[in-house]
């Protein structure tokens, strides 16, 4: 399973960008979703996740900003960011996991899997 992230940009403080996040391959379903970020220098970070059930969680320096969500249909995941400040900057991440198409014989169930996006740029100036 493949993610491919995309929507980040160059935005003023106060702006707002929407992430997206496509999954593809053999997948049968998503479990939990997340993105993540990553600012120079600093080490990569959670922001948000989404589980299979619609319940999400925020990191506090997001809260009341941002919102994860996805549509099922079209294995999409998004994240809608607000407010946008020079601190948000970063490369942001998407991360799913959850249970392929392919049957393994020796397991006798679905493979599963947990796949990365490649990262899209986010850079907020004041």
């Known amino acids: 399973v493949q993610l491919q992230a995309s929507g980040g940009g160059s935005v003023q403080a106060g702006g707002s960008l929407r992430l997206s996040c496509a999954a593809s391959?053999?997948?049968?379903?998503?479990?939990?979703a997340a993105w993540h970020r990553q600012a120079p220098g600093n080490q990569r970070e959670l922001v948000a996740t989404?589980?299979?059930?619609?319940?999400?969680d925020y990191a506090d320096s997001v809260k009341g900003r941002f919102t994860i969500s996805r549509e099922n249909a079209k294995n999409m995941v998004y994240l809608q960011m607000n407010d946008l400040k020079p601190e948000d900057t970063a490369v942001y991440y998407c991360?799913?996991?959850?249970?392929?198409?392919?049957?393994?014989?020796?397991?006798?169930?679905?493979?599963?899997?947990?796949?990365w996006g490649q990262g899209t740029l986010v850079t907020v100036s004041s």
């Open positions: 991360n799913a996991d959850g249970q392929t198409t392919n049957w393994d014989r020796t397991q006798r169930k679905f493979q599963t899997f947990d796949s």
């Open positions: 391959g053999s997948i049968g379903g998503i479990n939990t």
């Open positions: 989404i589980t299979n059930r619609d319940n999400t």
